[in-house]
């Protein structure tokens, strides 16, 4: 079934404990992204790539870090979690040609509390 | 530098009457135009797309939406409205890939509410 995954799909923590949440795709898409859903603001950019090595920043990237070593994957990185970064969190995928072109898949999300 | 605007944050209907959901975009290259749906607790659907062949788009479940260049809006439609699409509903733009910007901005949403 093609598909993004996320994990976890939920997770408490602490302010300062590094985590990492992890995306892949199994579309073979080009285009990864990562967003953050918060009650009246929408989503979010937080980061995109391109492709293997090539990523950028969104609207909102401060206090967070990516990396695209591998096309399926497309990890979200925060080193010093703090209490603004509780929010729930979706990774997407696109394709960059095709009959999907700039279409986006979603994974069905992250919901983060940091205490 | 693209943007959204939902110009509704809440909007109520009657079961089997129309729905309109109004979305003003602003893109400086040719935009790429979506809703998508959020229903309660669960993951972001596609309803449909615009991406610069015909003006009026068909999605699923019934909903439209057309592109008017003039106004700068992609407005959602359903001549009926049920129950089951009660949800959140996101506008989006973003540039076609070949401008140079990949960057996708969604509108604050607009929550549908629909009454028995």
């Known amino acids: 079934e093609a598909q993004v995954t996320q994990n976890p799909r939920y997770l408490i923590t602490v302010t300062g404990k590094k985590l990492t949440v992890t995306c892949s795709q199994n579309?073979?898409?080009?285009?990864m992204s990562w967003y953050r859903q918060d009650p009246g603001l929408g989503l979010r950019q937080i980061y995109y790539?391109?492709?293997?090595?090539?990523?950028d920043k969104g609207d909102v990237p401060e206090g967070y870090k990516v990396s695209r070593k591998e096309k399926r994957n497309f990890p979200l990185i925060l080193e010093s979690p703090s209490p603004n970064q509780t929010s729930l969190y979706f990774c997407?995928?696109?394709?960059?040609?095709?009959?999907?072109?700039?279409?986006?898949?979603f994974g069905p999300g992250t919901r983060l509390t940091v205490l | 530098a693209q943007s959204v605007t939902q110009l509704d944050s809440h909007v109520s209907v009657s079961e089997g009457t129309p729905v309109l959901l109004r979305c003003n975009y602003s893109?400086?290259?040719?935009?790429?135009l979506f809703w998508y749906v959020q229903h309660p607790n669960k993951g972001l659907q596609l309803l449909l797309k615009?991406?610069?062949?015909?003006?009026l788009v068909k999605g699923i479940n019934g909903f439209e939406a057309e592109f008017k260049k003039s106004e700068t809006s992609f407005h959602l439609t359903k001549p009926s409205a049920h129950m089951s699409d009660a949800a959140e509903y996101f506008c989006?733009?973003?540039?076609?890939?070949?401008?140079?910007?990949?960057?996708?901005?969604f509108g604050t949403g607009t929550r549908l509410k629909v009454l028995a």
């Open positions: 790539s391109m492709n293997v090595e090539v990523t």
């Open positions: 989006v733009v973003s540039d076609d890939f070949t401008s140079g910007t990949y960057k996708y901005i």
């Open positions: 893109s400086s290259y040719s935009p790429s």
């Open positions: 997407a995928s696109s394709p960059t040609a095709g009959e999907s072109y700039n279409e986006q898949f």
């Open positions: 615009y991406t610069s062949a015909a003006t």
């Open positions: 579309m073979n898409h080009e285009y």
